[in-house]
């Protein structure tokens, strides 16, 4: 039985290969589009006019990457999910596979986190272009990088799943408002999260947002050493535990909910 | 589970399915049993708890009470079993619009875990005959409703199922796909699978359906054969009448009717049913003054594009009775000793219509 039901969970993981490896161009334009504009303007138009810091790009790739990664795993599920439960129904053929129904969920939120890692890593090469000596990335902490980029889809992917689990197709573009602008903003991505010690009420919103720790964790695997000091970011440790919490708590949450809109 | 001495296909004790702040149940109290290789109908009006049922055999609805079983597999404790042996073809067509028409099916087919091989030769293999082979590479987008119909059938079959639920499947569909449907369904029926179907289509009940149950308000009011559904008309006939009083008097001679109809001998009911429309109105029959109903003439404006109106003053009874035809003479007196006059009479041999709406009664739902 159980070889059964992985069979079934592997042939989905390859229909929805062959569904996005149809749509890739899309999908990377889909992704890409919004962080190509954030590098050029504040990576090489802002410092170049002089009003950011030359430095400043080396401290935004890691958020741009984050924010990146994170959205995309989250289009991957959320969408359609809200379609699929809403009306389009296409899910129930997987649903009456031979497999436990939370399989499908899970299986959206893989795929999902692969999608968000493939938009996440392409950030490198296109800031890499964009930014040319401002591109600055360390390489000693490479492995760190790598988790913390899987780590960031799938924050994203089950953040996507819940948000895909609850959202009824008439509320999408609201809530995709309501959601997203504060997601962006409140993350970390533009600026870190040491330096908001300034304004510390700020600092306090932002440790709510999981893009927050995606962020810093990617500052810390990412920003070199100035002058042989080591940027501050928040505490690996806490970073870890925030992002390993948010995945587990996003994920049962937003089964819980799934569960309850295909069985009724 | 499994009665001792048969073992059904799907056998169904005591359903019961209450939604969420709902205050009735949908489904209230349902048994039945459904012989391998079987066709089974569920009849019912909208809304009589067909739908919910096959969800809660499909295992998309958790029953509130009841056991149920599927092949022996119970629906609640085995659902894994349960989807391994039954294949689904919705009201709605719920095709995987991303994928391309043959990899519906293979795909279908990979969840199943059938292997490569026998999963592409069956996909070409089944779009063949049903006549989708030459368009096996579009997507669905570009199908019609035919044939986004019989693309669910074919991904019903990929993994070779027991048991085939179709919820109304041919609602919706031309008179050929209609035809051509109910041909497969009998040819899957002679190999062995065991089908229930719902469907409002009296006649596609009546031909295809091996056993009928007829539902209402989430109840089974009745489970039987159609020839012995057919025979709960009492007597096996209906008389159907069509009488004529004078507008202003027409209540007044239906009250006067009815009782005497209903005192005619061998008489088990008689029906009240609403005036239909002439088939056919005459040029100009909608522009009498007053002709249509309306109190002081159509308003301005409104009597060149008024749509057929019953005639004014037109009673129409059915009534039930153990011989219909032997009524006529008593029942065309009636309507004279009412006050009225006989438009039409004429003596019905019972369809299972006449068998659903007897049962069901004729109120809107």
Known sequence: MTGLAVNAFLAMLRRDLVVTGREFVPFLLQALMQPLFFLFIFGKVLPGIGLAAPGFAALMLPGIVALTGMIAAMQGVTLPLVLDLGFAREIDDRLLSPLPVWWVPLEKVLFAAVRGTIASSVIFPLGWWILGDGFAVRSDRLLMLVGMVVLTALVGATIGLLMGTVIKPEQISLMFTLIFTPLLFTGCTYYPWGALYRIKWFQVVVLFNPLTYAAEGLRYSMVPQIGGHELPTLPLVWILIALCTSVVIMFILGTRTFKKRVVT | ?365
């Open chain 2, 1 to 365: 589970m499994t009665t001792p001495g048969k073992s059904a296909a799907i056998e169904v004790r005591n359903l019961v399915k209450r939604y969420a702040k709902s205050n009735t149940n949908a489904v209230d109290g349902v048994s039945f049993d459904v012989s391998p290789g079987q066709i089974f109908g569920l009849l019912g009006p909208n809304g009589a708890g067909k739908t919910t049922i096959i969800g809660t055999l499909t295992t998309f609805i958790r029953p509130t009470e009841g056991k149920s079983s599927i092949m022996g597999f119970d629906i609640v404790d085995s659902p894994i079993d349960v989807k391994r042996r039954i294949a689904v073809v919705p009201q709605q067509s719920n095709l995987d619009r991303s994928l391309k028409v043959r990899e519906i099916l293979t795909f279908h087919a990979a969840y199943h875990g059938i292997a490569r091989k026998q999963r592409e030769a069956l996909a070409d293999k089944l779009l063949g005959e049903l006549g989708l082979g030459e368009r096996k590479n579009e997507k669905v987008s570009r199908y019609s409703g035919g044939m986004a119909q019989r693309l669910m059938i074919a991904r019903a079959l990929m993994h070779a199922p027991d048991v085939l639920f179709l919820d109304e499947p041919t609602n919706n569909l031309d008179p050929q796909s209609r035809l051509f449907l109910w041909e497969r369904i009998r040819s899957l029926n002679a190999q062995g699978l065991t089908i229930l179907l719902t469907t409002h289509d009296m006649d596609e009940a009546d031909k295809l359906c091996d056993r009928i149950a007829i539902m209402d308000h989430g109840k089974i009011l009745v489970n039987d054969t159609p020839a012995e559904l057919k025979k709960l008309i009492p007597g096996g006939s209906v008389l159907e009448l069509r009488a004529w009083a004078d507008p202003a008097e027409a209540v007044r001679v239906g009250a006067r009717l009815l009782p005497a109809l209903r005192a005619l001998p061998g008489v088990t009911k008689v029906d009240e049913a609403a005036a239909e429309p002439p088939a056919a109105p005459p040029p100009g029959a909608g522009k009498k003054p007053g002709g249509g109903g309306w109190p002081g003439g159509p308003p301005p404006g409104m009597a060149p594009a008024a749509p057929a109106q019953p005639e004014p003053g037109i009673l129409v009874y059915r009534v039930y009775a153990d011989a219909a035809n032997t009524l006529i003479g008593a029942a065309a007196q009636a309507v004279v000793s009412a006050g009225a006059e006989v438009r039409d009479v004429s003596v019905k041999h019972p369809t299972l219509e006449e068998v659903f709406i007897f049962l069901t009664g004729r109120h809107l739902r």
